[in-house]
């Protein structure tokens, strides 16, 4: 059973629409369950999809126009005193904020975002018991020149 997202494949984030793929016995099953949290996605959502995927040229340039983004985001990182972690197939780029902070990642997310302008999730967001990696998150699918006045605030840290 595949389940994904148009918001990731397409880079349309913002519009929430996932598909299930799967063998029609586990997608009959899956449907019992599905009816009751969702009923549809709106019709204009639906239209805005389905002419995107008719061009297939967009959806086959999204993974060299993502490791550009990315490799520009890392290359202005790498000057600045966060630690990189390895990033690959995805869009965020996750940093060791030890040698910037020594605020819990939250409290750090939190600075951050109202001192210095720029967003990042904690890890411990994604933990269960909140557990405190000193790891961040950065999203780099931004415009080039969001993603340079960000580098350029996160390098006076």
Known sequence: MIVSSFGKTYHVTGWKIGYVA????????????HQFNVFTVNTPMQHGLATYMADPQPYLQLAAFYQRKR?????????TRFRLLPSEGTYFQCVDISAVSDLAEAEFCLWLTEEIGVAAIPLSAFYGD???????????????ETLALSLERLAKL
């Open 71 to 79: 490799d520009l985001f890392r290359e202005g990182l790498a000057r």
């Open 130 to 144: 909140g557990t405190d990696q000193r790891v961040v998150r950065f999203c780099f699918a931004k415009k080039d």
């Open 22 to 33: 799967a063998p029609a016995v586990l997608t009959t099953e899956f449907r019992k369950v």
